[in-house]
């Protein structure tokens, strides 16, 4: 089964995952346009159905996002471009002098699997550290405190409690039936 991602964080993370469940995923890297709505599960389901169009056997794409409690849940589905615009470090200023440093991951894993999209998701809560701590993982896991460390400190154990994971364990465990 084939995995749409322009990310190699999310592909490699996804393979490992795939294996404990004896399922082989292949890496279609590709980067698509993705349409603009507030919601992922909204997003993500779109995107699989216009990509379908064109990709007629069965795959799967996730959408991910970092929401901060208290930025009303920015950066949301605006992740990936604040992400490539301010960064981790605008994060950090932005939170500048904020006490409540709340935030959870989720993850949507839309898959087509030849007829129809089904959507399955996950989420992980954490915490927004005052510094950039860990040299693992990507995106923002050197600011998402997960009990005391980053995820990018974490390096494979962030595999065992991801929002990832637990969206993509929901959506293998359903179609390989264990
Ligand atoms: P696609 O091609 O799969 O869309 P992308 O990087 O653009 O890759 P998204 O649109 O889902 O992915 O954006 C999610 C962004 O949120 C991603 O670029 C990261 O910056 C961040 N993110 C998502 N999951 C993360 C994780 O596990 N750790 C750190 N940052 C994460």
Redesign the pocket.
């Known amino acids: 089964m084939k995995f749409i ?3 190699k ?2 592909f490699r ?1 996804a393979r490992e995952i795939a294996e404990k469940f004896g399922i082989e995923i292949e890496w279609l890297k590709m ?2 346009e ?1 349409p603009q709505g507030s919601q992922l599960e909204e997003i993500a389901k779109r995107s699989a159905e216009i990509l379908a169009r064109e990709i007629r056997e069965p795959f799967f ?6 929401f901060i409690e208290a930025l009303n849940g920015f950066p949301g589905p605006y ?2 471009y604040v ?1 490539k615009t301010i960064g981790n470090k605008g994060i950090l200023k932005l939170m500048d002098g904020i006490s409540n440093r709340r935030a959870y ?1 989720k ?1 949507v894993v839309a898959y087509f699997d030849g007829a129809k999209i089904s959507v399955f998701d996950g989420i992980v809560y954490g915490e927004i550290s005052p510094e950039i701590r860990g040299s693992k ?5 050197p600011i ?1 405190l997960y009990r005391g460390r980053t ?1 990018a400190e974490m390096g494979e154990e ?1 595999n065992l409690v ?3 994971r637990i969206a993509l364990e929901n959506f293998f465990r359903t179609i390989s039936g264990k």
């Open positions: 991602t322009s990310n964080g999310k993370e980067e698509y993705e794409i996730e959408d991910s996002g970092l992740s990936s992400f991951f993850a993982g990507f995106g923002f896991d998402f995820f962030k991801s929002h990832r």
